[in-house]
């Protein structure tokens, strides 16, 4: 800054010192993560016991684990299982913030940006404090239970001690990396939908896992684990893992590349954890700054908005579907309830052409889609009234079952033929494609069916402040009724299409098998559309009981 003529010039601003004596962060923080833990569990007795008994399940699936790995000492098969738990170890890690972000305050580090605390002895607190708790112990005993299954003689165990270090490191660090460099994400609305899908993940991964499983369990399972193996061991920290192998095998010069590789890729994550805690403390984001309106982004349509208008009818029906379409793509519980569907829908199928099962098996995915035609109304939630004000009479009724039904089946109506028809050809049975599609377009019009009933004879209200409750306290019954009964309803009203399939096929008139295909259709459009037709007063009629019912969140 220059000063006025005729003035004295102005002092440079004296920056103050860093005093030598200053206390170090790294205690501070471990008190505050004990203080955290200690005051969480003090907030109600379920609390505790829930937390109790999920660390005593963990510590006793840890132990098992680890003893199960020590017990492979000597096996042929000992090194692939302890460089793949590794991997499994920082896969885990990394998965972690994107999922329990908001379960866990500690992770948020921009509720530290506002303190003079500079970002390199910031990590050092934060990394230090991170090794309290379940999780570093759980991977503490996994990973030593691991090092413990491939070291031989004195040398490989100072290295099995190294390893275990550096596996805990790399495994908080990454964790640590990635909450602080998807921070803006996480605690956005965009962040808070991923976490609505970790349930869609955990369930996915869990069939992933059941895959695996069948396939080591078959004629030369274990060799092919060998190869993936091989090529594991140098995904870090496994390499550090391996080093434990190759010090007993008396490979010291691989060991120390092993250690090396493990080492330099924590200091590239820490590097990385850096520049990211820095950018959340120095950068302002969107709510601290007023950003140029960008004219080309407002004139350019958005996907939804693109895509809208080619899925359209007109009239009041189009409406209610561009509603409902919107509704599904913004509203974070619609959105995770179809993704659920759309995703196990096409697992399901999945698992039948890995494991050369049934064709039939792509009949989940219109059961899955179909259920989503039930409880309609209920996650409106109060804002149903405004709905209710629109629907004068039976036309209008109807038309407002119609636009949700046609939306529902925009999107299950292509989907079930993908799945199905790729399905059929994958599993070389593309004789059965044309049954298989009659059958799942039977029963999903079956489900439109009996859920549109459903949804105006049974509603029941979703708790709109708590994105994983499918129903309001006492409505469980409710919900139980409409997806059992609803299931059982839908299977039972299709039952004359699955009867002449059957039919066909003990009769031996398998080139007939493809009018299942048009009468399939046919039947499930029929009764759709009936349901629908009859609802439709029953609607007009039950208005003011369903707005009051799915009104109560």
């Known amino acids: ?4 003529p005729g003035t004295a010039p102005l002092p440079a601003p004296a920056t103050a010192p860093t005093p030598a004596g200053a206390p170090s962060l790294t205690p501070v923080f471990v008190r505050l993560k004990l203080a955290i833990m200690r005051n969480g569990l003090r907030q109600s007795t379920g609390r505790t016991v829930g937390w109790s008994i999920g660390v005593a399940f963990a510590m006793l699936y840890a132990l098992g684990l680890g003893a199960g790995m020590i017990a492979l000492r000597g096996n042929h098969y000992a090194q692939a299982a302890a460089v793949t738990n590794a991997v499994i170890l920082v896969v885990g890690w990394a998965v972690m913030p994107l999922f329990f972000f908001g379960g866990d305050d500690t992770l948020d580090p921009t509720r530290l940006a506002m303190l003079p605390l500079r970002p390199r002895p910031l990590i050092t607190a934060l990394l230090t404090s991170s090794l309290i708790g379940i999780g570093p112990l759980f991977t503490l005993l996994v990973s030593a239970g691991a090092v413990t299954a491939v070291a031989h003689g004195w040398a490989s165990a100072v290295v099995a001690a190294v390893a275990v270090a550096l596996v805990l490191l790399v495994c908080v660090a990454l964790s640590r990396a990635v909450a602080a460099a998807n921070t803006r994400l996480l605690t956005s609305r965009k962040g808070r939908d991923l976490a609505l899908l970790s349930g869609l993940f955990v369930a996915v991964g869990a069939q992933l896992v059941n895959l695996g499983l069948s396939s080591l369990s078959s004629n030369g399972g274990l060799h092919r684990a060998t190869s993936v193996a091989g090529v594991l061991r140098w995904i870090p920290p496994a390499p550090a893992v391996d080093a434990v192998r190759s010090t007993a095998r008396g490979a010291y010069g691989l060991a120390a590349v092993q250690l ?10 820490l590097r990385w954890w850096y520049r990211s805690l820095f950018r959340l403390m120095v950068t302002p984001d969107a709510s601290t700054i007023q950003a140029a309106p960008d004219k080309e982004a407002a004139a350019r349509p958005s996907l939804l908005g693109g895509l809208l208008p080619g899925l359209m009818v ?28 759309l995703a196990v829908g096409l697992l399901l199928p999945l698992v039948a052409v890995v494991q050369h099962g049934s064709v039939y098996q792509c009949l989940w995915a219109a059961g899955l889609l179909g259920m989503q035609m039930y409880n309609q109304f209920g996650l409106d939630g109060s804002a149903f009234w405004t709905v209710s004000a629109t629907i004068g009479t039976r036309r209008d009724a109807a038309q407002e079952l119609r636009g949700r039904a046609l939306t529902l089946a925009a999107i299950a109506v ?38 549109a009933f459903a949804s105006v004879r049974f509603p029941y209200a979703v708790p709109q402040n708590n994105p994983f409750g499918n129903a309001a306290p006492g409505q469980t019954g409710l919900v139980m009724l409409n997806v059992l009964g609803g299931t059982l309803c839908g299977a039972a009203l299709c039952a004359p299409v699955l009867a002449l399939d059957i039919v066909l096929h003990t009769g031996g008139h398998h080139d007939l098998l493809w009018l299942i295909l048009p009468l399939g259709a046919v039947y499930g459009l029929a009764s759709a559309a009936l ?20 009104s109560k969140t």
């Open 1 to 4: 800054m220059t000063a006025a």
């Open 260 to 269: 090396a590789l493990t080492v330099a890729v924590l200091l590239l994550i």
């Open 314 to 341: 007109g009239g009041r029906t189009g409406t209610v579907m561009e509603r409902q379409f919107r509704y599904l793509w913004r509203d974070p519980r619609s959105k995770a309830s179809w993704a659920s569907g």
């Open 414 to 451: 292509p989907y079930v033929t993908v799945v199905t028809t790729g399905a059929a050809l994958l599993l070389n049975h593309a004789s059965a494609l044309a049954e298989t599609l009659g059958l799942a377009f039977a029963f999903l019009g079956a489900l439109i069916a009996t859920g």
């Open 531 to 550: 349901a629908l037709r009859f609802t439709a007063p029953l609607l007009l009629d039950r208005l003011p009981e369903i707005l009051s019912v799915v």
